[in-house]
């Protein structure tokens, strides 16, 4: 099982990219999915997630009404809209899926693709 991310670049300060991830393999019907991102240096850190039923969750923290995350159950995808990008948004972005409710911690998602890198510049 895999999961397919897309649409990572580079992009200046302010600017905007759309994340995209497809499964291969099999579908997520009833499947939480979410965005998690890794830095250099840093650890895996929880980004924003969503239901099967369209519920949301975000990291309050660091990306509070600037990324906006959506799946389209049809096509079994889901995106994650970045906008106002910051310098410190740079890192490697993962999609990652796991049975019924979303969660925040890393270790409560079984099935995770690849990355995609997003880097800010200033």
């Known amino acids: 099982v895999q999961l397919q991310a897309s649409g990572g670049g580079l992009v200046q300060s302010g600017g905007s990219l759309r994340l995209s991830c497809a499964p291969s393999g099999r579908t997520f019907d009833n499947y939480a999915m979410a965005w998690f991102r890794q830095a250099p240096g840093k650890e895996r850190e929880f980004v924003a997630a969503?239901?099967?039923?369209?519920?949301?969750?975000y990291n309050e923290d660091s990306v509070k009404g600037r990324f906006t995350i959506s799946r389209d159950n049809a096509k079994n995808t889901v995106s994650l809209q970045m906008d106002s990008l910051k310098p410190e948004d740079t890192a490697v972005y993962y999609c990652a899926a796991r049975p019924v409710s979303a969660r925040t911690e890393v270790r409560t998602y079984p099935y995770w693709g690849q990355g995609t890198q997003v880097t800010v510049s200033s």
């Open positions: 969503i239901n099967w039923g369209g519920s949301t969750m």
